[in-house]
Structures are given as C-alpha cells and as structure tokens.
C-alpha cells in the first residue's frame, strides 16, 4: 500500500489572454487555484479550461515530452506543460504564476501562437539527410556508435520552438535562423552519411542568418526542455567553418580568432586588442566606449597586459582542445 501523502497549495495564477480575431490588445485574467503536489503544469491549464473558462486555448497531443505542442512561457521562463511539475515551479517561483505564450507578439489565441517563422528557418537549413544512394542498394550503411555519438544527442530535438523563442536574436532579427534551426543543421553535418559537403555550412556563415550573430547568452540551453544545448552545436558548427574552409574574414569570423589568440597569449581576455583585431580600422568608432573603459580599468595598455599564473596550463588547454586551423 503507498504511503505517498498528496499536499495541496493555494496558488495564483495570472493568465495571458487574447484572441486576435476579436481582441486590439492582450490582457489577463487572474485565477486561483488549489494545486496538488502531483500536478504538472498542462493539467493546470487543462484545468483553466475543463471548470473556469472553456474558450481558453492552448496545444497539447502526447502528455509525454514527445511532442512539443504544450511549450509556454512560466514566469519568463520556457517551459514544456506537461513536464515540469508545478510543486518544482512553486518551490522555484513562490505561489503567483505567470502563464504566457512562448512569443506574446506571434500569439493568436491565448497559448496558441503562430510559429510560420520556426518553421521556416527550419526548412531554410536543409534538415534532412542529402546522400545520393543507389535506389536499390545491396547493404545498408552502417553507422559506428562512436559515429553516432557524433550528433550529441542533437537528433532527439522535438522542434517545441522553446530554445527558438527564448533566444534574444530572434526577437529582434527576423533574419537570423534560430538555436533550432541550428541544432537541426548541426545533426545532418555531424551525420557520416550525409553529403551535402558545404552547402549547408555556407547557409551558416551568413551575415544576419548564420551562427556569427549568436550573443552567446546561453538562454537556448535554459529553455530546451531535452536538455540537448543547442549552444553547443552552435559552438561545433564555428568549428566545422573553419575545419572545412567555409569561414571567411569577417568581423565575427576575426572575433573568434583573436579571442583564441589572446588566451593562448595571455591566459586572459585582451578586450581592447580583441576589438582591434576584430574590427580593424573601425575601431575608431569605440574610441569614446574605450576611454571609458579604460578609466574603470576594464580595459589595460598592450604593455601594461596581465599573464594568468596559470598560463602554461591554460596554453596546454588551448593546444589540446583546438580541433580546428583558424
């Protein structure tokens, strides 16, 4: 017989509302709720609409983490419904919950937003394996498990669009592809039988587009509820550029260069000589920024540069873990 005791706690939550047929404006509505310890957080919103207000909208399918419709916003924060259990958001959040479409500005009813953009960036990186095969081919092409280790658990994504509409960039640049499409990019690059040679990294050296305008902020690793850190196939796909020849001189390009380069010299950042290496002769438009920096001692003189104490094993670092000529 279990001896699990079911708790209960009251909680207030203050729910995104809009329906963009009728509404100019979004608003919210405010419910409170007695919320059991074995509660996830689709049932609070199956909940919402089931006893308090039936034309309340929102997506669910599998109830099992498989399919990524249920992803909202709780508290700011990405969140896949029928996951997270609410006793883990109250314990992390308090008693007033905030519940909010992934991106408040695509929402068409409620929780229901408008994710053409998701899918399009998706479809823009070829996210699907090229190899020209024999239509009738006499053995199958095997895949090693250390080849397969290779994708980084980058083939489990659910395409939810969590990391795609928790990332900063694609608020404000329309342009720019997005963690999941680059996530999905990396899984068909790391594939052995794959052979679209550099097409598809050409697609991600873009200006605007490409991984470059990644701001490193770590938010798309935050939000995947797979836990599949598209950051870091981000990151492997900077390499790849340079591996396979695709990276040219650009800023961003230069910017990683000399981030490299001034670790391996200094054991620390070199902010002042990184911008110079990275923007050349425009610099001079930082000019006023860098004086101020200079005065909050934020930035030093070339001469006047620190060395880590650690510097040999920092270089030893470098060495070891550069798989890629920049």
Sequence with gaps: ?????????????KVFRFNADVDYLPYYEDYTMEVTSEEVVLDILNR????????????????????????????????????????????LFGNDITLEPLSKKRAVKDMIIDKADFWQKHDAVSPYLISDIDEYPEQEHLVSPKQAEELDDADLCI????????????????EFF?????????????????EAGTDRLIEMHKEAQGVWDCVKCFECAEACPKDINPIGKITKLHLMLFREGVATSTVASRHAVGFKNSIAKHGVLDEGTLVLYSEGPAIVKHIPVALQMFRKGKI??????????????????????STAKF
């Excluded at 089931?50 to 709780?74: E, K, P, T, V």
């Excluded at 395409?159 to 329309?174: F, K, L, R, S, T």
């Excluded at 030093?300 to 873990?321: G, R, T, Y």
Aim: hydrophobic content about 35%; overall charge neutral; charged content about 25%.
């Design 159 to 174: 395409q939810c669009g969590a990391c795609h509409y928790a990332c900063p960039v694609v608020e404000i640049n329309d």
């Design 178 to 194: 997005g963690p999941a499409a680059f996530a999905k990019a990396y899984r068909f690059e790391a594939d052995v039988r794959d």
């Design 1 to 13: 017989m279990s001896t699990h005791k079911i708790t209960t706690q009251k909680v207030n939550f």
């Design 300 to 321: 030093v003189l070339p001469w006047n540069m620190p060395k880590s104490d650690n510097l040999d094993e920092i270089q030893k670092l470098v060495k070891s873990s």
């Design 48 to 91: 919402i609409k089931w006893d308090l207000d039936g034309s309340f909208s929102y997506r669910r399918s599998c109830r099992h983490g498989i399919c990524g419709a249920c992803a909202i916003m709780l508290n700011g924060r990405a969140t896949l419904a029928c996951k997270e259990s609410m006793n883990d958001m109250i314990e």
